[in-house]
């Protein structure tokens, strides 16, 4: 392993990183005008007791903690490799607990390999925190892609807890994007900024694999809409593909 690896697996410096992280976004949050449409659809979760999964894409949802409202627990999948022992130590800096695993990828091949990922616990653990009233976050897309593309995992998640997924994006127009897989947005303070709900997905317990499929696609579709929704009000158009399709 090289001296670089070896120090950012250091506990003192991905504590540092993450707290300067965590610094960072709590400035933004504060120092930014935020637009917020549909916020009346968590609300009636918050206000009515009743826990959902929030649903973003994956690079696109580190400021989202900041909107949740603190009386209400939530705990948001994350990782057990690559960055998110850092993403985890953000979290926590954020007030946020985290459940420690995979999501569950499509095609048999990626199947097998999530089974070593700590994937089925990491669903038997939201299961069982949906069960008891606490709300869950995840990313619908996974590594290492195709972005944009919803995995299996999460409306397994609905189907198995009957609990809804509730797509949601919040954006700025000050930002740097990475140049990886899932274009990892880091938000910039004194900026615009825009916050959108969507409609909640119901996925039925004795769903069918049509059925499932189905709801994967509506997760899908209601995600790439508040994602263009959250940039059309930060006056940012999304940029296109070779095939028409929007990229954000």
Request: net charge positive.
């Amino acid at each position: 392993m090289s001296l670089g690896k070896r120090i950012l697996k250091s506990e003192t410096v991905q504590t540092t990183i993450a707290f300067v992280a965590a610094m960072l976004i709590k400035l933004v949050r504060r120092t930014s005008r935020f637009e917020v449409r549909r916020g009346d659809i968590a609300a009636r979760f918050w206000t009515g007791d009743e826990p959902f999964i929030g649903a973003t894409w994956h690079g696109q949802n580190l400021i989202l903690p900041t909107f949740w409202h603190n009386w209400r627990e939530m705990r948001i999948l994350v990782s057990r490799h690559g960055d998110g022992e850092i993403v985890s130590k953000i979290m926590h800096f954020l007030g946020v607990g985290t459940i420690r695993g995979s999501g569950v990828p499509k095609g048999e091949e990626r199947r097998e390999k999530f089974k070593g990922k700590g994937g089925a616990g990491a669903l038997r653990a939201m299961v069982r925190a949906l069960g008891e009233n606490i709300s869950v976050g995840m990313t619908a897309d996974l590594p290492p892609g195709p972005a944009r593309r919803a995995g299996d995992g999460i409306v397994m998640l609905a189907r198995l807890s009957g609990c809804p997924i509730v797509p949601v994006a919040a954006t700025t127009r000050a930002r740097v994007q990475l140049n990886n897989w899932d274009k990892f947005t880091i938000n910039l303070p004194f900026s615009k900024g825009a916050l959108v709900w969507g409609e909640p997905i119901y996925v039925a317990r004795d769903a069918d694999p049509e059925t499932l499929e189905d709801a994967r696609r509506r997760v899908e579709e209601g995600l790439n809409a508040v994602t263009a929704e959250a940039d059309q009000i930060v006056g940012r158009a999304p940029r296109r593909a070779a095939n028409g399709a929007a990229v954000h």
